[in-house]
Nanobody, 125 residues
Framework: VQLVESGGEMVQPGGSLRLSCVYSVPTLSDYCMGWIRQPHGKDREDVARVDGRGRGFYEDSMFGRVTISRDNAKKIMYLQMNNLKPEDTGMYYC????????????????????WGTGTQVTISS
């Protein structure tokens, strides 16, 4: 399984970004996938996940400002981020874990099986 993130850059507060994660997994519907971020010097934190059916689940960290989606035909997962704040600065990782039917229930974001190398997001004026 390979995961490659892109789309991170520096934007001003209030701006938007769309992150992409190109993935290769044997059976796409068997994987829960997610976005996890790590601010500099801090622990990783869960942002959002999408299950094998394409249903999104969101954590408090960016709730209401992000939308997660996946296009299994193109093998790309997206994270649309809006109204970005300086505290959103950090490295953003995509991750995947094989699970029955691709469910995200019981999947620990900090212990997922496969990870990309991350893409840097910087929010600054």
């Amino acid at each position: 399984v390979q995961l490659v993130e892109s789309g991170g850059e520096m934007v001003q507060p209030g701006g938007s970004l769309r992150l992409s994660c190109v993935y290769s997994v044997p059976t796409l519907s068997d994987y829960c996938m997610g976005w996890i971020r790590q601010p500099h010097g801090k622990d990783r934190e869960d942002v959002a996940r999408v299950d094998g059916r394409g249903r999104g689940f969101y954590e408090d960290s960016m709730f209401g400002r992000v939308t997660i989606s996946r296009d299994n035909a193109k093998k790309i997962m997206y994270l649309q981020m809006n109204n970005l704040k300086p505290e959103d600065t950090g490295m953003y990782y995509c991750a995947a874990e094989k699970s029955p039917g691709g469910t995200c229930n019981g999947v620990r974001y900090d212990n997922m099986d496969f990870w990309g190398t991350g893409t840097q997001v910087t929010i600054s004026s």
